[in-house]
């Protein structure tokens, strides 16, 4: 049974590009979360995906986008990036069942020069 | 919004001692309390979590409390190994709210052999 995954492992991008991160949520899951990690803080919301839309936001900018897909899947897109955005990008999965349980991917690690 | 204050930021015992982590939540609507282990360079890891309608849970070492008047829940690990070593961070969530979770600063635990 895979546990959620997400790619790319490493990123660099230079300022002002556009990025997509993609992730997979565990077997059996069906919401999708995505939190942003600087270097030596606690995660933070960014948005969450259920049943193809997007149900709850943070205090991010609209630069911030996603995207689920019908096989649960989703996409995170960030344009003209900025310095500050270099960060690592948790994706995180729950169940309609259990909606209290969030399990982390590995993340995707970018650095924005 | 929610706002989670987590203390101390790093923490250093040793072997077989006790250690103790707190955080304070602000918002009473919160109903979900969990706590996530993060080593260095993995994802956070789902280890223990409570919900408001308990105060206290246990797994083998490690138990978790919860006081919902004083809004505080803490963190406790018992005859902690080398292999505790790592950053542990709490979390605040509202069901209603879509299970956004708010996460704490982190603490540092660094257990010496």
């Known amino acids: 049974d895979a546990g959620v995954t997400q790619s790319p492992t490493h990123l660099i991008k230079t300022r002002g590009q556009q990025v997509t991160l993609r992730c997979s949520p565990k077997s059996g899951h069906d919401t999708v979360s995505w939190y942003q990690q600087a270097l030596g803080q606690g995660p933070q919301f960014i948005f969450q995906y259920y049943e193809e839309e997007e149900r709850q936001r943070g205090n991010f900018p609209d630069r911030f986008s996603g995207h689920q897909f019908p096989n649960y899947s989703s996409e995170l897109n960030v344009n003209a990036l900025l310095l500050g955005d270099s960060a690592l990008y948790l994706c995180?999965?729950?169940?309609?069942?259990?909606?209290?349980?969030?399990?982390f991917g590995p993340g995707t690690r970018l650095t924005v020069t | 919004g929610e706002n989670v204050e987590q203390h101390p930021s790093t923490l250093s015992v040793q072997e077989g001692d006790s250690a103790v982590i707190k955080c304070t939540y602000s918002?009473?609507?919160?109903?979900?309390f969990p706590w996530y282990k993060q080593e260095l360079g993995k994802r956070p890891q789902l280890i223990i979590d409570i919900r408001s309608n308990v105060g206290e849970k246990k797994d083998q070492r490690i138990a978790v409390t919860l006081n919902k008047t004083a809004k505080h829940f803490s963190l406790h690990i018992t005859e902690t190994q080398p292999e505790d070593s790592a950053v542990y961070f709490c979390?605040?969530?509202?069901?209603?709210?879509?299970?956004?979770?708010?996460f704490g600063g982190g603490t540092r635990l660094m257990v010496k052999p």
């Open positions: 979390a605040a969530g509202e069901n209603n709210a879509g299970n956004m979770l708010t």
């Open positions: 918002d009473s609507a919160s109903n979900y």
């Open positions: 995180a999965s729950s169940s309609g069942l259990a909606p209290y349980e969030q399990y």
